[in-house]
């Protein structure tokens, strides 16, 4: 992987001590992010679409009824969707998708992203997918990896490493160990 | 009278006689026992404790790491496995069924099967299990990271290749923007 360095927001001030380099994430590690997210919302809607299917099967509604609650389900996966991705990116920034990737959205000078900021990136990811996906091939061509979304939002995508999930597993079966047994926490290595 | 009358009425007039002289004997007898049975007591202990220095002293210790050690014994055990006859006996072990009849008697065991469902239920079993899968999916996981970062590089030099463009240029370093 080619680890680009820190992006600046300005100049970087004369004097200060390097950053650590700050490795930008391309186009194809943010498809599969985008992927694996994409799947769960997916699967999440399709349970509820086919319990909400079945409780209407049993009850006598009228056609244009129905034709009603269709479109509130349309809209209520929009704005699910949107919430999915808007507040994973103004609280963690990592959706579980970009938690599998280890990748992060943060702003520019690398803050959290705030909410409203988030929202917009969500709209931003619509309009960069409607001229046939153009607006991410500015992911290709960006010095900092950043994409039509990206530019909208001030935003860009890094590399997270973190621990894996048999890590996390393993340290609180760990924990729960300790506890159990009234020892003192290990000290981390 | 009969003769079994007759036998009765004379051991009859002898059993006075004959108890005061097993009281006797016993009376005579019993300093003559009591000694023994004290002299075999002491023995006893003095045997047990005999081999409880033995068991608990460094001597029996280096005794048997030294027999262990030793070239000839190694040398005699070697010999003895390489031998015919212990090719044999093991060979007669497996053809005379015994081993097959264990299994088979083993594997019909309930209690067999009973603690390996024991073993399988157990915290530490299906926690290694789910740690085995959870270090599969991390590989998983890693390999997919490698490679769609090599896809991102690969992606970025095709499509600048494309326009004609040179590979990124390297931008200064910015302190803030460091992940948390």
């Not at chain 1, 103004?90 to 990737?101: I, L």
């Not at chain 1, 929202?119 to 001229?131: E, F, M, Q, S, T």
């Not at chain 2, 740690?131 to 590989?139: C, H, S, V």
């Amino acid at each position: 992987m080619t680890s680009l360095p820190v992006a600046a927001v300005g100049d970087a001030a004369v004097g200060t001590p390097p950053a650590p380099a700050v490795g930008y994430v391309g186009l194809a590690t943010r498809i599969v992010s985008f992927t694996i997210d994409a799947a769960l919302i997916t699967f999440v809607d399709i349970i509820i679409g086919v319990g909400a299917a079945l409780i209407l099967s049993l009850l006598h509604i009228p056609h244009d009824l129905r034709v009603v609650l269709a479109a509130i389900g349309a809209a209520a996966y929009i704005v699910g969707s949107i919430a999915y991705f808007a507040i994973f990116w103004a609280t963690t920034g990592q959706t579980p998708g970009a938690r599998v990737m280890q990748i992060r959205v943060l702003t520019s000078d690398g803050a959290r992203v705030k909410p409203r900021w988030a929202i917009l990136r969500c709209i931003g990811v619509v309009l960069a997918a409607l001229p046939l996906f153009a607006g991410f091939a500015l992911i290709l061509f960006d010095s900092r990896r950043r994409g039509f979304q990206d530019v909208l939002a001030r935003t860009v995508v890094v590399d997270a490493p973190g621990p894996s999930i048999a890590d996390v597993s393993r340290a609180k079966k760990r924990a729960i160990y300790e506890a159990s047994r009234g020892l003192p926490p290990a000290s981390p290595e | 009278m009969t003769d079994d009358e007759r036998a009765r009425s004379r051991s009859g007039v002898l059993s006075p006689v004959i108890g005061l002289g097993t009281r006797a004997a016993t009376a005579t007898l019993r300093p003559v026992v009591g000694v023994v049975e004290s002299a075999a007591g002491a023995g006893l202990r003095l045997q047990r404790r005999a081999v409880d220095r033995v068991l608990e002293s460094d001597e029996l210790e280096r005794v048997v790491i030294v027999a262990v050690n030793s070239v000839h014994i190694q040398d005699a055990f070697r010999l003895a496995l390489e031998s015919d006859g212990a090719a044999k006996l093991v060979d007669n072990l497996f053809d005379s069924g015994l081993i097959d009849r264990l299994f088979e008697r083993l594997l019909e065991s309930e209690a067999l099967w009973h603690l390996i469902d024991e073993i399988a239920a157990s915290p530490a079993v299906t926690a290694a299990i789910s740690q085995q899968g959870l270090g599969f999916a991390d590989q998983v996981g890693d390999d997919v990271r490698a490679r769609s970062r090599k896809a991102d590089d690969w992606m970025e030099r095709a499509a600048r290749r494309l326009i004609g463009r040179g590979p990124t240029k390297a931008i200064p370093a910015e302190p803030d923007a460091s992940t948390p």
